[in-house]
Nanobody, 119 residues
């Protein structure tokens, strides 16, 4: 069982920055992918960025050049630095992890943190 706890959301003006943080805890052998998804009102959940345990990254086109994902394997944490934020970045952001445990391999999600970009 893995618990993901996010922090760092909030209200920011266009052009501003926010840093989201997520910490994984619980009983597991290791974590493969970690990442961030977001879901805007009335929209489907979409990938923002993900990172493997070796540091390989993948970004949505909308995030390239503005967002940076990073990970600390020793602490089981993943962060998302978001710069040059736009109103269309407004969404609930969810931390994601794919973990290996004696209960099997599974996807885990955080509870979500609201990011609002508005003047």
């Amino acid at each position: 069982q893995v618990q993901l706890v996010e922090s760092g959301g909030g209200l920011v003006q266009p052009g501003g920055s926010l840093r989201l943080a997520c910490a994984a805890s619980g009983t597991f052998f290791s974590i493969g992918y970690m990442g961030w998804y977001r879901q805007a009102a009335g929209m489907e959940r979409e990938l923002v960025a993900r990172i493997t345990s070796s540091g390989s990254t993948k970004y949505a086109d909308s995030a390239k050049g503005r967002f940076t994902i990073s990970r600390d394997n020793a602490k089981n944490t993943v962060d998302l630095q978001m710069n040059s934020l736009k109103p269309e970045d407004t969404a609930v952001y969810y931390c994601y992890a794919y973990a290996y445990s004696n209960m099997g391999n599974a996807d885990y999600w955080g509870q979500g943190t609201q990011v609002t970009v508005s003047p």
